[in-house]
């Protein structure tokens, strides 16, 4: 149970990391890299924002596991 509980969390915490990456990119907020085809495109703010969730969610069962 312990690994699956670093698993949950490292693939939890990067796939958070990952959403709000894509959030910022689709909202037109973070601009990097300039060549990105993902810069000012909603759908991948919403795309974001599902991951995020997602990521979010195996966190908090990460934590609850080692209960």
């Known amino acids: ?3 699956l ?3 949950m969390l490292v693939v939890g ?3 958070v990391l ?3 990456l894509w959030i910022g990119q689709g909202m037109g907020l973070v601009r990097w890299p300039a060549s990105s085809f993902m810069i000012d495109v ?6 974001g924002g599902v991951l995020a969730l ?3 969610l195996m966190v908090y069962y ?3 596991v080692g209960r």
Not at 42 to 47: D, E, K, L, S
């Open 62 to 64: 990460g934590r609850r």
């Open 18 to 20: 990952i959403g709000l």
């Open 13 to 15: 915490a990067v796939a």
């Open 5 to 7: 509980r670093i698993i």
């Open 54 to 56: 997602g990521g979010a």
């Open 42 to 47: 909603t759908a991948w703010a919403v795309r």
């Open 1 to 3: 149970m312990a690994a």
